[in-house]
């Protein structure tokens, strides 16, 4: 019931407030050229640094330009022109697939007994 419950609430298609949720993050991250996924934090979740390690490099390198131009546009309070902004496809992931690959990795390692392959410690 719960499950139910909590998937309802997060799905846009069923749930409308969901959806105006989904559309004020996109338009959130359409004005600084991000993705969703740039905003998880290799420094904080060592399993996301783990999954960027294993992306190719332009894809890594792609992220940090698109990083780095936010920073760039947030500390001189602007936004991308609207011609940019329209471009951007905030919530086409390229981190889900590895980072859920290195979690299962790392549920499997845990449940054969395994030693962790790096410590979980929050800086």
Do not use: C
Request: hydrophobic share 35%; proline share 7%.
């Amino acid at each position: 019931m719960a499950s139910t419950l909590s998937r309802w609430l997060v799905d846009p298609k069923k749930n409308p407030l969901a959806a105006i949720h989904k559309n004020t993050v996109s338009g959130r991250l359409r004005k600084y050229g991000l993705r969703y996924d740039d905003l998880y934090d290799p420094k904080y979740e060592l399993d996301v640094k783990e999954a960027l390690n294993r992306l190719p490099r332009e894809i890594v390198d792609a992220r940090n330009q698109r990083l780095k131009r936010a920073i760039d546009l947030s500390m001189k309070h602007e936004y991308l022109p609207e011609d940019l902004q329209a471009m951007q496809t905030p919530f086409r992931s390229y981190l889900q697939a590895m980072l859920a690959l290195v979690k299962k990795e790392q549920a499997e390692r845990e449940a054969l007994g395994a030693l962790p392959l790096y410590q979980r410690t929050i800086p």
